[in-house]
């Protein structure tokens, strides 16, 4: 499959996404600034989140709009608060759209409901992303189908059956190019609770693409998947951890995301195909196997003893494995010591 010229699938590196999500922290500005770093860092898009408070919850304070989970990075916010500090403006789509694109980055957005899924067609969006949490959202998954676009999946949460149909639903709505992302729905998520042994079993179950949204921290989790055959990795992407903001601590940095970059490239191109015997870059390494020698100056007619005939490095002689036929023979003519051992050097049989 494509988004826009970029090809994703088993044939190319991965489609590393960098998830900008609240860590623009209100800010065009530094929202700009983080298009700027995830070029920079390699990235191959930038994605944003396409809601407001209203379109998500209600502004209520009522059992379930408070966040309870002591654990939670957002342990007493309200639901209401946090989505109106996360969101994005709408007004700075484009913006972020016309920079990511000057600066050579796709830019698409997770729409939450379908009027957001109008004003991304408006701009042109060239893919979309379904959240883990709206990975039931039937209508929602229909609707973003509806537009032809590629569109990405995320499964956190999901089971087989739930990925069946979001997958079956996709399709029949006229979804042509899908990935979908094995995905552990905790922040920050721990390496034990990612199983990544999953991607490969999603690919057999469900016939396409399969990546990663990883929220573990560091690029160890992404380097695994990438060599389980994942051909997208999506991380949270911030400038510095340190400036804060409502996903910052689980976000990587430029460093962070350029080295991922590098370390996932390296493990897909590892992968390869399977092989065996030498490759042709390993050709001329063959000169440094053993092989067998004559190690010591021979008259014609002497006998081949373990003293005489060593299995030394260069490779040029016979294999070791013929040794000891070899021993208890002789040579039919002089040899001089260091002579490669070939069957020419032994006297014919009488």
Not at 233 to 253: A, C, N, P, Q, W
């Given at each position: 499959m494509k988004i826009l010229e970029r090809s994703i699938g088993a044939g190319h590196r991965p489609y590393l996404i960098a998830e900008m999500s609240g860590n623009h922290n209100q800010s065009l500005e530094r929202a700009l600034e983080i298009v700027d770093a995830a070029a920079a860092s390699g990235a191959d898009a930038v994605k944003l989140q396409t809601y407001t408070a209203d379109t998500m919850t209600l502004n209520v304070r009522m059992p379930g709009f408070v966040i309870e989970d002591p654990k939670s990075l957002w342990v007493g916010r309200q639901l209401y608060e946090l989505y109106q500090e996360a969101h994005t403006p709408w007004e700075w789509h484009k913006p972020i759209m016309v920079r990511a694109a000057s600066r050579g980055l796709h830019c698409f957005s997770t729409p939450f409901d379908e009027s957001s899924v109008d004003f991304l067609e408006s701009l042109g969006a060239p893919a979309y992303k379904i959240a883990s949490f709206e990975n039931t959202d039937l209508p929602l998954i229909r609707k973003v189908a509806s537009t032809g676009k590629p569109m990405i999946i995320s499964t956190g949460m999901a089971t087989a059956s739930e990925i069946d149909e979001a997958v079956r639903t996709a399709r029949g709505a006229g979804c042509e190019s899908l990935v979908i992302l094995k995905c552990t729905s905790t922040y920050p998520a721990t390496p034990e609770n990612t199983n990544?042994?999953?991607?490969?079993?999603?690919?057999?179950?469900f016939g396409c693409e399969v990546g990663l949204s990883d929220h573990s921290m560091g690029c160890g989790v992404s380097v695994a998947a990438t060599a389980l055959g994942a051909s997208?990795?999506?991380?949270?992407?911030?400038?510095?951890?340190?400036?804060?903001?409502?996903?910052?601590?689980?976000?990587?940095?430029p460093h962070e995301l350029r080295q991922l970059r590098e370390e996932t490239e390296r493990a897909w191109l590892a992968v390869g195909s399977i092989s065996y015997g030498p490759t042709q870059a390993e050709m001329k390494s063959l000169a440094f196997r053993r092989s067998l020698y004559v190690a010591v100056d021979l008259k014609a007619g002497e006998v081949l003893t373990p003293e005489n005939l060593r299995c030394v490095r260069p490779g040029f002689g016979l294999a070791p494995k013929h040794l000891d036929t070899l021993l208890g023979l002789s040579v039919g003519k002089d040899v001089q010591a260091g002579t490669p051992m070939s069957w020419g050097l032994l006297a014919s049989p009488r």
């Amino acid at each position: 499959m494509k988004i826009l010229e970029r090809s994703i699938g088993a044939g190319h590196r991965p489609y590393l996404i960098a998830e900008m999500s609240g860590n623009h922290n209100q800010s065009l500005e530094r929202a700009l600034e983080i298009v700027d770093a995830a070029a920079a860092s390699g990235a191959d898009a930038v994605k944003l989140q396409t809601y407001t408070a209203d379109t998500m919850t209600l502004n209520v304070r009522m059992p379930g709009f408070v966040i309870e989970d002591p654990k939670s990075l957002w342990v007493g916010r309200q639901l209401y608060e946090l989505y109106q500090e996360a969101h994005t403006p709408w007004e700075w789509h484009k913006p972020i759209m016309v920079r990511a694109a000057s600066r050579g980055l796709h830019c698409f957005s997770t729409p939450f409901d379908e009027s957001s899924v109008d004003f991304l067609e408006s701009l042109g969006a060239p893919a979309y992303k379904i959240a883990s949490f709206e990975n039931t959202d039937l209508p929602l998954i229909r609707k973003v189908a509806s537009t032809g676009k590629p569109m990405i999946i995320s499964t956190g949460m999901a089971t087989a059956s739930e990925i069946d149909e979001a997958v079956r639903t996709a399709r029949g709505a006229g979804c042509e190019s899908l990935v979908i992302l094995k995905c552990t729905s905790t922040y920050p998520a721990t390496p034990e609770n990612t199983n990544i042994s999953t991607i490969p079993h999603m690919r057999q179950l469900f016939g396409c693409e399969v990546g990663l949204s990883d929220h573990s921290m560091g690029c160890g989790v992404s380097v695994a998947a990438t060599a389980l055959g994942a051909s997208v990795i999506e991380k949270h992407f911030t400038l510095r951890r340190s400036d804060g903001g409502v996903d910052s601590t689980f976000s990587m940095e430029p460093h962070e995301l350029r080295q991922l970059r590098e370390e996932t490239e390296r493990a897909w191109l590892a992968v390869g195909s399977i092989s065996y015997g030498p490759t042709q870059a390993e050709m001329k390494s063959l000169a440094f196997r053993r092989s067998l020698y004559v190690a010591v100056d021979l008259k014609a007619g002497e006998v081949l003893t373990p003293e005489n005939l060593r299995c030394v490095r260069p490779g040029f002689g016979l294999a070791p494995k013929h040794l000891d036929t070899l021993l208890g023979l002789s040579v039919g003519k002089d040899v001089q010591a260091g002579t490669p051992m070939s069957w020419g050097l032994l006297a014919s049989p009488r």
